[in-house]
């Protein structure tokens, strides 16, 4: 088996690609590809899974470059792991996005469809390169917005796209905290359905019990939320204690069981109170203060590779890859058994039929959605297979279905748009988002959006501001 990953200087590959070693047989006499146009960043991580106690006596191949043929030539899997936008563009649109009254974010949002627009040619080369050198590999897109891209790839080439989020594995630690344990749970299993970072638990059992039940049962009227592992910084505890909150909030006030806990996707069940918060917490920032800032994460990523690489200056017991995260708090040298590249490698090698979650079209998996508009759902995956995880179509609850069906509608146009470069498409699929659709502050702020884009987006894609 060959797994390329585009990207494969991230951070986050190495926890990744130590897992996939580990599985028995998976990636014996096999090839692990690191592209990344730092083929610096990539050596040091590929330097780093030669010295990891995974990949002794499998004799898999482990390489890096920067030659896209080389990486894609006879690749099973393809992952792509890219950031979408300039951080500074990033910044720069919380202004106009607040101003109007919408959240900003790198997904569900104006703000994550210009991260879509910034980098959909890049991976639609990549899919159109797949089409050329390994027609068959399935492409696993990491890139923000997952759904949008999902929609181009899937509806515009032959490539098999899966959009994956990191999020996966959100509720395994989530509803395991609602219940009282701050670990990952291998007690809790769910079938989900939405969009992705707004999807929902539609049935499931903890500890072997309908999940439903037992979770009415545990959020009584003086729920509180459980003590938080001494190694989670002050920032982490915080953000994990709103998520799991906003989970119980949400139980109680809408009946529904959000499955991944980000941000972006919670903030569409209190749109007007995100906002507002956001507001209240802005400061805003100038062109020169975006570049400054850039600068200075430049310089901190610097820092960050320095203390990534150093390991590869010392002989790494097996100690120090057990148990080196535990003890310094740093996460990226941790296996990421679970996560959702893992799962889906094991599942296209044939090892085991998985479930997973993904973004793709519809294809009748939830009812009242359009086949070829992209959604997220659990799945079963086996080799070139894929299938819903359910026989019958799955029921978005009733009070979230219109919300489900049109980001699902708006994220499959901006696909569309983004694949035939019709700027005409793309005002309508940017009007489309389905927070005060088709208003004038929306429109204003995505004319605001494409300025501060600038040369960084397509030509063809820019021209949608004549039709707003």
């Given at each position: 088996m060959k797994i390329t990953i585009i990207g494969g200087g991230s951070y986050r590959v190495l926890g990744i690609i130590r897992s996939a070693l580990a599985v028995p047989g998976m990636l014996a006499k096999g090839e692990v590809y690191l592209y990344d146009l730092n083929v610096g960043r990539?050596?040091?991580?590929?330097?780093?899974?030669?010295?990891?106690?995974?990949?002794?006596?499998?004799?898999?191949?482990?390489?890096?470059?920067?030659?896209?043929?080389?990486?894609?030539?006879?690749?099973?899997?393809?992952?792509?792991?890219?950031?979408?936008?300039?951080?500074?563009?990033?910044?720069?649109?919380?202004?106009?996005?607040?101003?109007?009254?919408?959240?900003?974010?790198?997904?569900?949002?104006?703000?994550?469809?210009?991260?879509?627009?910034?980098?959909?040619?890049?991976?639609?080369?990549?899919?159109?390169?797949?089409?050329?050198?390994?027609?068959?590999?399935?492409?696993?897109?990491?890139?923000?917005?997952?759904?949008?891209?999902?929609?181009?790839?899937?509806?515009?080439?032959?490539?098999?796209?899966?959009?994956?989020?990191?999020?996966?594995?959100?509720?395994?630690?989530?509803?395991?905290?609602?219940?009282?344990?701050?670990?990952?749970?291998?007690?809790?299993?769910?079938?989900?359905?939405?969009?992705?970072?707004?999807?929902?638990?539609?049935?499931?059992?903890?500890?072997?019990?309908?999940?439903?039940?037992?979770?009415?049962?545990?959020?009584?009227?003086?729920?509180?939320?459980?003590?938080?592992?001494?190694?989670?910084?002050?920032?982490?505890?915080?953000?994990?204690?709103?998520?799991?909150?906003?989970?119980?909030?949400?139980?109680?006030?809408?009946?529904?069981?959000?499955?991944?806990?980000?941000?972006?996707?919670m903030a569409h069940l209190m749109y007007d109170e995100w906002v507002a918060n956001d507001r209240a917490n802005f400061k805003p920032v100038t062109a020169a203060d975006a570049d400054a800032a850039a600068a200075k994460s430049r310089a901190a990523r610097l820092e960050d590779d320095r203390t990534f690489q150093a390991p590869l200056k010392e002989e790494l017991t097996d100690d120090f890859w057990q148990n080196h995260w535990h003890r310094s708090g740093d996460q990226r040298f941790k296996r990421a058994d679970q996560d959702i590249f893992v799962r889906i490698f094991k599942a296209v090698s044939g090892v085991e039929k998985l479930g997973i979650a993904t973004s793709r079209p519809n294809q009748g998996a939830i009812a009242g959605i359009k086949d070829r508009h992209v959604v997220e759902y659990s799945q079963v995956l086996f080799k070139d297979t894929i299938r819903s995880a359910s026989a019958a179509p799955y029921e978005i609850p009733d009070i979230v279905q219109g919300l489900t069906a049109s980001l699902a509608a708006h994220q499959t146009m901006l696909g569309d748009a983004l694949a035939t470069e019709d700027p005409r498409l793309m005002a309508r699929a940017m009007m489309s988002y389905p927070v005060r659709p088709y208003s004038k502050d929306l429109r204003d702020l995505w004319k605001d959006l494409i300025n501060i884009a600038g040369a960084h987006i397509k030509p063809a894609y820019a021209q949608a501001a004549k039709y707003l």
């Open positions: 990539a050596e040091a991580l590929g330097r780093l899974l030669l010295k990891s106690p995974e990949h002794r006596d499998t004799g898999c191949a482990v390489k890096w470059g920067d030659n896209l043929a080389e990486a894609l030539t006879g690749a099973d899997v393809v992952g792509t792991i890219l950031p979408a936008m300039r951080p500074q563009a990033y910044m720069l649109a919380d202004e106009p996005s607040l101003t109007r009254g919408y959240i900003n974010s790198d997904n569900v949002s104006p703000g994550g469809d210009l991260c879509g627009i910034t980098i959909a040619p890049v991976v639609l080369n990549i899919a159109r390169e797949m089409e050329k050198l390994c027609p068959s590999a399935w492409l696993i897109n990491f890139v923000n917005p997952v759904a949008v891209i999902s929609g181009m790839v899937n509806n515009h080439t032959k490539i098999k796209a899966l959009g994956v989020c990191g999020g996966f594995t959100n509720h395994l630690w989530d509803i395991a905290r609602i219940f009282g344990q701050d670990e990952e749970s291998a007690e809790l299993q769910v079938e989900a359905a939405g969009i992705n970072h707004i999807s929902y638990i539609l049935r499931g059992t903890w500890q072997g019990k309908e999940l439903f039940g037992e979770l009415n049962k545990r959020i009584t009227p003086d729920w509180q939320m459980c003590e938080l592992q001494p190694w989670w910084n002050d920032g982490a505890k915080k953000m994990i204690t709103n998520s799991v909150t906003k989970l119980v909030r949400f139980w109680r006030d809408l009946g529904v069981l959000v499955f991944s806990t980000e941000g972006d996707g």
